[in-house]
């Protein structure tokens, strides 16, 4: 069936450089994504979404980027703090499906 | 303030029994979503809801029974059935009939003994 996931599990980051995480999609009739991040312990939180019709967006300190002809999704991170520190998920729907989820990306920050 | 709540937050109970875990939401959300999740896995969706008096089937349902009564309320109920009840149990709410951003709960931790 159609999936979500991620190409690195776990990412480590020096304090104050950027961070990207990505993510592989397969259902090329998907047309929403979005991130998560999720402390240990906690409910996801909303980070930034997008739709198929764009290529980019960006929030504070966060940047999403799709390429739809590769199926692709990532989530920059600029300036990445100790508090950056979490698990991040994409999810993606296409229609009106539920989101489906990857597995999730463990971002460490190294002070 | 608006948001959703799940409780308890630690929940232990024997092999064989029934639970119930809790799930409100005050945001006036259509939608409802039951997920479990893993160490170490992502979200697994097990029901959701689009309105009252309807829900259906996610991905990984068996051994789970849910119901929707009033809009703010989608209790799950884990039956003796689950094989491996034993997971962090997320709910969520979106605005939208199924789909679009969704809201979560803090969570609930089941443990069975």
């Known amino acids: 069936g159609e999936s979500v996931g991620l190409h690195l599990p776990t990412l480590s980051v020096q304090e104050g450089d950027n961070s990207i995480i990505n993510c592989a999609y397969s259902n090329s009739a998907s047309d929403y994504f979005i991130w998560y991040k999720q402390e240990s312990g906690k409910g996801p939180q909303f980070i930034i979404d997008?739709?198929?019709?764009?290529d980019k967006r960006q929030g504070q300190r966060v940047t999403v980027l799709l390429n739809k002809t590769v199926k692709h999704l990532s989530l920059q991170i600029a300036a990445t703090q100790p508090g950056d520190s979490a698990v991040y998920f994409c999810a993606e729907k296409s229609g009106n499906t539920p989101l489906v989820f990857g597995k999730g990306t463990r971002l460490s920050v190294i002070a | 303030d608006g948001g959703i709540t799940q409780s308890p937050k630690y929940l232990f109970r024997k092999e064989g029994q029934n639970v119930t875990l809790s799930c409100e939401q005050n945001?006036?959300?259509?939608?409802m979503y039951w997920y479990r999740q893993d160490p170490g896995q992502g979200l697994r969706l097990i029901y959701y809801?689009?309105?009252?008096?309807?829900?259906q089937k996610g991905d990984i349902a068996e051994g789970y029974s849910v119901s929707r009564e009033k809009k703010e309320s989608f209790p799950l109920t884990v039956t003796s059935a689950q094989k491996n009840p034993t997971a962090f149990y997320l709910c969520?709410?979106?605005?939208?009939?199924?789909?679009?951003?969704?809201?979560f709960g803090p969570g609930t931790r089941l443990t069975v003994l």
């Open positions: 997008i739709r198929s019709n764009m």
């Open positions: 969520a709410s979106s605005i939208e009939d199924v789909g679009g951003e969704q809201f």
């Open positions: 945001l006036n959300h259509d939608a």
């Open positions: 809801s689009q309105i009252v008096n309807d829900f």
